[in-house]
């Protein structure tokens, strides 16, 4: 098991900054945004200096890209959108490949046209679905041309908003590429029983798991750093050592100043649960 981190929670000028910082912490796996380079998140052109660049600097600091963001509006109304991201979704996927990040993650998307993360009320049509469905198609197609695997998160506002229709999803495609980020923050609600939740999620999922995501939620229930909220975070995690889980476990929504603190709560959390780091 390793322990990671965003690496967007960190804001430095350079690459090498930003994973010096995170190697400071003790932290030596990150979930990897092609923001923290100066480009956006999913770019038309990768500059193959940039790429070395950051193979090296990753190198120097002793950090495992694990995976990497590749999130966009999978269920866009607007057709010409989707196709647009997805070709720059293929670049992506090269780029992953040559900094040998293994794994690349999925938003399934929502027909909210300016927000990705925001519920919309067709999300439950059919229209949606195979909209969404048919843009995973295509991304497995990039991914497999560079041997890649593809994460997408169950998430309360997207298309794909529980342990069920992520189960339906995977039934459907059937394609060994396809895989799921379990995090719990995002399938919990107010006032549910999180056992129930958490139960389901890894009874439905469990061998699908490649990427595991530690964020909390206050008591307004905003996300907020892995140990200050109320997500119960024993149980979730004896729940992955139970399933057999062994990817990584990163940390985010959180601020720079929390992450001492999430780290140590982790750490603690994962070796009751009977994890080795």
């Excluded at 997207?158 to 399938?187: G, T, W």
Aim: aromatic fraction near 8%; charged fraction near 25%; proline fraction near 5%.
């Amino acid at each position: 098991m390793k322990l990671g981190i965003f690496a967007k929670t960190f804001s430095r000028p350079t690459i090498e900054e930003v994973f010096q910082s995170i190697a400071s912490y003790g932290i030596n796996s990150v979930q990897f945004n092609l923001s923290s380079a100066g480009l956006e998140p999913l770019p038309k052109h990768m500059p193959s200096e940039l790429a070395q660049r950051i193979a090296d600097a990753a190198e120097q600091a002793a950090i495992e890209l694990s995976v990497i963001s590749g999130t966009f509006n999978m269920a866009h109304p607007d057709p010409v959108d989707r196709r647009g991201n997805l070709l720059k979704f293929e670049t992506l996927c090269e780029v992953a490949a040559r900094l040998r990040i293994p794994v690349v993650t999925l938003c399934t998307g929502t027909r909210d046209p300016v927000n990705m993360w925001k519920w919309h009320s067709e999300n439950d049509s059919e229209e949606a679905w195979d909209d969404m469905v048919q843009s995973i198609e295509s991304a497995l197609i990039a991914a497999g041309k560079n041997d890649l695997i593809l994460a997408f998160e169950p998430e309360s506002e997207n298309i794909v908003n529980s342990a069920s229709r992520a189960r339906k999803l995977l039934n459907q495609l059937r394609n060994p590429r396809l895989r799921v980020v379990i995090d719990p923050a995002n399938l919990i609600s107010p006032g549910c029983n999180q056992k129930e939740v958490l139960d389901e999620a890894f009874a439905l999922l469990g061998d699908s798991m490649v990427i595991a995501h530690a964020k909390d939620r206050d008591k307004d229930f905003q996300a907020c750093a892995a140990g200050k909220g109320i997500l119960d975070f024993e149980y979730y995690l004896r729940c992955a050592k139970q399933s057999g889980f062994s990817g990584p476990i990163i940390m985010h929504g959180l601020e720079e100043m929390d992450v001492a603190f999430s780290r140590e709560f982790l750490r603690q959390t994962l070796a009751n649960a009977g994890f080795i780091l």
